[in-house]
């Protein structure tokens, strides 16, 4: 969703109808995850997508006649069904759509979530799945207001206060009633009377930090926001760092990379990356990324480099296991030169530890092709 919202705000901004069509849940090896959206505008425009082409011809036409009717439903396709085949789901999964129209009286609505993912703000979204109010959506942003409404207040009310948990980092978020709570931060509710809600909750994209102003963190800047991620470029030479030379990075900060990194929030999204390749950056600067949270630590450089860096890291009294974090030489073993073939190497290996995997040519492995993860919700 996140992707395609400021083409809606934009659809909103000019009085253009659309429908949204939201995968809500899946089941077996399905190419898409809960969450992902595709939209059609009243003129037959089409943005994002819901199955990486298995179905989208026949989710068009659903969001087609979304629009003419004005109602909302849901629609399942799975590999044993005719109609799958027919629309080229071969994959073997299972993808269940929830179809909405959107009028202008929820223009509103989806420009301030627009707007709220715009300025890294945390927001969360509640959707009627069913019921005499299926498609209404209640939208709460981390300021407490609250935009829409699911036609019923004590409805709201319980929305709210489960988009209130969801949106947390601490473990309340994973103690909610009823409910399947997914990576990404979609989920589904259904409460007594049958009504089903479905839950998104859209945080802020998670950090890249590149050490090292050289033309090797201009292609990982790229790629990193390429990928989604908030790129941070810092360097301790002003000639160097400079929003010219890095145009894709979101950010260029001028300071010694250990005394920035210091003071910069690190979660356990964060990717840091040091291409410095110079001891006098790269040392201090390690000791402190190897002491937090982020997700992936590397560093560039040969092995003759990244041996004597061990050394030193440990004359500076770094363990083991905090050694045993670095990814160095960084990247995988692809073979590449040049800047981008080297930012190839390096977000590959970022995306094989994330998810778990080997790295290795799916051509020599027989573990499906993506981890099976399961929507449905819990009933009470």
């Known amino acids: 969703m996140r992707d395609i919202l400021e083409t809606l705000d934009g659809w909103c901004a000019t009085g253009t109808r659309f429908a949204v ?38 989710v068009y036409e659903l969001a087609r006649q979304a629009l003419e009717t004005g ?30 129209p959107v009028a202008e009286a929820q223009f509103v609505q989806w420009s301030a979530l627009a707007a709220a993912v715009r300025e890294g703000r945390q927001a969360s979204t509640a959707t009627a799945l069913s019921g005499a109010s299926a498609g209404a959506c209640l939208l709460l942003r981390d300021d407490g207001r609250v935009t829409g409404s699911l036609g019923e207040r004590d409805l709201d009310a319980q929305a709210i206060a489960w988009m209130q948990r969801l949106g947390t980092d601490g473990p309340e978020a994973r103690d909610l009633p009823v409910m399947a709570l997914l990576d990404n931060g979609v989920t589904e509710e259904r409460l007594p009377d049958g009504t089903r809600l479905f839950l998104e909750s859209f945080t802020e994209p998670p950090r890249l930090l590149v050490f090292g102003a050289i033309d090797y963190a201009g292609a990982l800047a790229r790629i990193g926001a390429f990928l989604g991620y908030r790129v941070t470029v810092c360097d301790a030479r002003p000639v160097f760092a400079t929003p010219a030379r890095f145009p894709d990075a979101h950010e260029v900060v001028v300071d010694w990379p250990h005394r920035w990194l210091s003071g910069t929030r690190v979660d356990e999204r964060t990717v840091i990356c040091v291409l410095t390749h110079d001891p006098k950056f790269d040392i201090p600067l390690l000791e402190v990324a190897l002491q937090t949270d982020a997700a992936y630590v590397g560093a560039m450089g040969s092995r003759r480099t990244h041996e004597d860096r061990l050394r030193r890291l440990r004359e500076a009294g770094v363990d083991e296991r905090a050694l045993a974090r670095l990814r160095s030489p960084i990247g995988l073993d692809l073979g ?11 977000a590959a290996e970022v995306i094989a530890l994330r998810e778990g995997r080997t790295g290795r040519s799916l051509t020599e492995t027989v573990a499906p092709i993506h981890a099976f993860r399961a929507s449905a919700s819990f009933i009470a």
Not at 40 to 50: A, I, L
Not at 338 to 346: K, N, Q
């Open 71 to 100: 109602e909302a439903f849901t629609e399942t396709f799975g590999v044993a069904d005719d109609d799958a085949f027919a629309v080229g789901l071969t994959c073997g999964g299972t993808l269940e759509i929830f179809v909405r």
């Open 21 to 58: 069509a939201s995968v809500i849940g899946t089941w077996s090896s399905s190419p898409k995850q809960p969450g992902a959206a595709m939209a059609v505008s009243e003129s037959g425009q089409v943005v994002g997508s819901v199955s990486g082409g298995c179905v989208e011809s026949a």
């Open 336 to 346: 590449g030169r040049t800047p981008e073939e080297t930012a190839v190497s390096i």
